[in-house]
């Protein structure tokens, strides 16, 4: 008995060994099975095009001279580049349609502006602390404040910076195959040159190098041991972060997940807790960590829609949201937090285009016949925008749309879309323009709608609803360094719109000063001291040249001959005010500074010169080793006297963290708050920041700025409700003194302060709002916009204000008398007020079952106003509130009587599946009926049915540059 109890035993052991054995193998058979054709053909081109990026060539330049024995590009920094060069090698063999102006093996086109550079050196502490340094000083590279370049060791600790060959901390954690990768730079051959963590021994075929190959990512996931590793323990490594730096790459190289990658990821999601107390969210690392890295799901996406939708269906979008509103407050209302990140819509693909594709019958027809030239241009208000834009490959637009309703940021008057104008130039002013060229058979009414302003102005937007009808248009400018330096140098301009590009290819340059020939350096030298000269002689066209040269790391190798001439032109007053700030930002101000050779003589000539001599005075007196000088109280009066600098004071003196604590930066403050010359400023700089909010006397300096009357009411919001806030001592009696001051007073209460969710539960908030409604003006016949750009002399319309701000928040809409209110303004009958309580406020349910809530509808649907028909049908007829109430289809029977709101009752009412039933069973007919056909069946002529669309009037153009 014994001896086969044994043999079960041993029979259960060789099972279980067996199973061990098939699992491994089933692992490793790629590995097994040796590299395929297709990894090493991708494994020599990676390692022979490493020398086209100048910055890895001149990283094996420094290991050389340091002796390093092994340098490789880790993690994301080695995914990036090899799957650029895989791209690149399907688009040369024709298996991919990419564009070839983005293969130029250029930093910028292979890196996210917001990537670090990651870099794993077999070596030592002091080997990699100098090669960090060398790069941080050859290609000065920032996020924000931070060098971009990190440089860890293989083997060993340096700092916080774990070890990561053999590393338990490491290897046991959750992770992707993405984030285990290296590729050597220095040290081995090409057969050993792609490595992985997982398999470092397996050099020749790991799971890196396939999943480059096959385009996937691999989820390592390992929820037991990843709760054991040094950092998990610490609360800094909750394993919600492996799955946002999993879905990262994902998105960012548009790679293949496998159905049981996406049961972990769902797995990891659905256990994050995202209360700030919680196990996940508790240590301010990763507070930090997940507000600024969480928003790269969808800022580095190649293909916004892609993320959305994959990130809607993991259900990571909706618990980054909550976890954004448990940090702040006020992250739903606030541009650029992550919550506002995860709550944007992208441009999504609807249908195919092709001429062989009908239009549908209302359309106006295709893009070749209405577009001329067939180009559209949109702006951007930063270059990471245009840069995130622009990424795909492909060439496909990577944007979001605008929305109706209560979305910080965004302005849709004219629907939900991509707002463009035609031509190329867009709308906001900043230069950061893209343009696209448009699908020659799109349809209007389908993929865009065409708005045509004014024939006066000559401006005409589309508003895009399909992905497909757009392609960006690439853009580049290929010039050598000593070539762009000269065309600098012989006054080189770009248009304002091509802001972009200039952005672009002067970073490119900057890129390539490191590594050009002695030669090269000695022609840029000599035509760099030609333009000192000319500047020094009061030339204009020297600036651009130097603005790139002080901008790169040659700046910090001045000569004190240069220095003088730039005192020279800076105190004759022959420098622009533009290369002037330039100066003051991006030169004095930085820590090298404090080594230039000017003394203080240069500095009291700079202060009572006034204009931008003063403002470079300023600029040298922020530098840290000014500090406590002797003379800096001295020279600080000084300007703060003549009242000349009082702006550039606050943004630059008193604002910086070196100044805001010491004891004469309050006095300084109240003496600019009394001057009235830096309103605005002390706005934007000052009363904005926690420090100066949490100040006593903030709400007594936010009163003074509103009695001068001159920061505009869009910088007042990011102040108002902070200075304000409820524990403030004085909050009620100023709120209060507002309301009595007048409609300007009055407005800033609406719009920052009861507008806010921290306020609807005051005491005397509903006592306030019933006071305002109260004391209604009535408005002047002005478009809202062009009341909001001159408050002078125009009546501003309360009414709107509270239909906006107030009856249209989700904590507002159900308090008792919303109803009540609502019906006072739309008695009063202000077109603009109607519009925002039929689009934000009718469409909720205790609407639907207040007793009048028909008739009001009738009476709006009566005033015959295109607009307030089209938002009707679109917002409140289509909603389940409303859909069953007893006379909704006789609402209905009037819109499409009227013919004012086509468009909308097709797109929205008739793909209704309620509707479709609805008038199927009415017309008896086994479709969904077309609007003529409904229209027949109510007996309307033609000329009752005439479609009209919406005129387009005075506050339409006013308003048509602010959404795009």
Request: aromatic share 10%.
């Amino acid at each position: 008995m014994a001896l086969k109890k044994n043999k079960k035993v041993n029979m259960s052991l060789l099972c279980l060994l067996g199973a061990i054995v098939f699992t491994l193998f089933s692992t490793s058979i790629t590995a097994f099975a040796g590299p395929s054709k297709q990894q090493l053909e991708l494994a020599h081109e990676i390692i022979a095009r490493e020398d086209r990026v100048v910055e890895f060539k001149t990283i094996k330049e420094l290991a050389k001279s340091l002796n390093i024995p092994a340098v490789y590009l880790f993690g994301g920094t080695a995914a990036a580049y090899g799957h650029y060069v895989h791209w690149d090698l399907q688009r040369e063999r024709g298996e991919l349609n990419l564009q070839r102006e983005r293969f130029d093996y250029d930093y910028t086109s292979i890196f996210r502006s917001n990537q670090d550079i990651d870099i794993v050196i077999d070596g030592t502490p002091e080997q990699a602390k100098a090669l960090e340094g060398a790069l941080a000083q050859q290609f000065p590279f920032f996020q924000g404040q931070k060098s971009v370049w990190e440089v860890r060791l293989l083997r060993n600790d340096i700092g916080d910076k774990e070890s990561l060959l053999d590393n338990p901390s490491f290897s046991h954690q959750n992770s992707d195959s993405n984030s285990t990768g290296l590729i050597n730079l220095v040290g081995e051959s090409e057969a050993n040159a792609i490595r992985d963590l997982k398999d470092w021994d397996n050099s020749s075929s790991n799971y890196f190098l396939n999943d480059l190959v096959t385009d996937q990512l691999h989820y390592y996931y390992n929820p037991e041991l990843h709760a054991g590793t040094n950092r998990a323990i610490q609360g800094k490594n909750p394993p919600i972060l492996s799955a946002i730096r999993y879905l990262t790459k994902a998105f960012q190289y548009q790679l293949k997940i496998s159905d049981e990658d996406k049961q972990h990821l769902k797995q990891v999601i659905d256990a994050f807790d995202t209360s700030p107390s919680g196990k996940d969210l508790k240590d301010h690392y990763v507070q930090g960590w997940m507000e600024k890295n969480g928003i790269k799901l969808i800022q580095n996406a190649i293909d916004m829609e892609y993320a959305t939708k994959l990130s809607d269906e993991l259900g990571l979008r909706k618990k980054l949201r909550e976890a954004s509103l448990n940090l702040n407050p006020y992250a739903s209302s606030t541009v650029g937090t992550l919550y506002w990140w995860m709550s944007k819509e992208p441009l999504k693909k609807i249908s195919d285009i092709g001429e062989e594709i009908p239009c549908p019958p209302e359309s106006k027809g295709r893009a070749k016949d209405l577009v001329p030239g067939g180009i559209v241009a949109h702006e951007t208000n930063s270059f990471d925008a245009y840069e995130s834009i622009t990424k795909a490959h492909t060439g496909e637009p990577n944007v979001f749309i605008s929305r109706e309703g209560n979305f910080p940021g965004e302005q849709a008057d004219y629907g939900d879309g991509f707002y463009t104008l035609i031509g190329k130039a867009g709308a906001r002013g900043t230069g950061m323009t893209i343009r696209f060229s448009i699908n020659p058979f799109a349809c209007e009414g389908r993929d865009f709608l065409l708005l045509g302003l004014d024939p006066n102005y000559g401006i005409t937007a589309l508003i895009f609803r399909n992905k497909a009808a757009l392609s960006v248009i690439p853009e580049s400018v290929q010039l050598s360094p000593v070539e762009y330096f000269n065309k600098l140098a012989n006054g080189l301009t770009f248009d304002f719109n091509d802001s972009a590009v200039a952005e672009r290819l002067k970073r490119k340059i900057i890129n390539r000063l490191a590594s050009i020939s002695p030669q090269e350096i000695d022609e840029i030298h000599r035509l760099v001291d030609g333009s000192f000269k000319s500047l020094a002689q009061g030339k204009s066209k020297a600036e651009p040249a130097l603005t790139v040269w002080l901008g790169s790391k040659y700046a910090k190798e001045m000569s004190s001959h240069e220095l003088d001439l730039l005192m020279s032109a800076i105190n004759s007053n022959t420098i622009s005010s533009d290369f002037g700030v330039f100066l003051a930002k991006k030169f004095f101000l930085q820590k090298n500074a404090e080594n230039l050779p000017y003394s203080d003589a240069h500095i009291t000539a700079l202060v009572n010169k006034g204009g931008i001599a003063s403002f470079i005075a300023l600029s040298i007196l922020c530098s840290p080793q000014f500090e406590n000088h002797p003379k800096a109280k001295e020279w600080m009066g000084k300007l703060i006297g003549n009242g000349e600098m009082d702006k550039l004071i606050a943004e630059y003196v008193i604002s910086t963290i070196n100044w805001e604590e010491r004891p004469q930066a309050a006095k300084f403050l109240e003496k600019l708050v009394q001057h009235g010359n830096a309103d605005e400023t002390i706005a934007d700089h000052l009363l904005s920041t926690p420090y100066w909010t949490q100040n006593p006397k903030s709400a007594v300096w936010l009163e003074k700025l509103f009695e001068h009357g001159k920061v505009d009411w869009q910088t007042l919001e990011s102040i108002a409700d902070r200075a304000l806030s409820k524990v403030h001592p004085n909050k009620a009696e100023l709120i209060e003194k507002f309301i009595e001051s007048g409609n300007f007073g009055r407005l800033m209460v609406i719009k920052y302060i009861l507008s806010k969710p921290n306020w609807k539960d005051h005491p005397k908030a509903t006592a306030w709002v019933e006071k305002l409604i109260n004391l209604h003006t009535p408005p002047k016949k002005v478009g809202w916009l062009a009341t909001l750009m001159s408050r002078e002399g125009i009546t501003i319309d309360i009414d709107g204000a509270i239909a906006m701000h107030i009856l249209s928040k989700p904590y507002w809409k159900e308090h008792p008398k919303a109803v009540e209110w609502s019906e006072m303004l739309l008695e009063r009958g202000a077109s603009e007020v109607a519009h925002d309580i039929v689009s934000c406020v009718f469409p909720t349910s205790q609407w639907q079952e207040y007793p009048k809530a028909a008739e009001c509808l009738e009476k709006l649907i009566a005033r015959g106003e295109s607009r307030l028909s089209r938002r009707i049908a679109e917002r409140v007829l289509s909603t389940p509130h409303w859909k069953e109430h007893p006379k909704a289809p006789e609402l209905l029977k009037m819109l499409i009587q009227q013919g004012y709101a086509d468009k909308s009752i097709t797109y929205f009412t008739l793909k209704d599946k309620f509707w479709m039933n609805y008038f199927q069973t009415l017309l008896q007919m086994d479709r969904t009926p077309t609007l003529d056909e409904i229209k027949n069946f109510y007996k309307l002529t033609d000329d009752s049915s005439t479609g009209k669309c919406s005129p387009f009037n005075f506050f339409d153009i006013w308003t048509l540059p602010i959404i795009f």
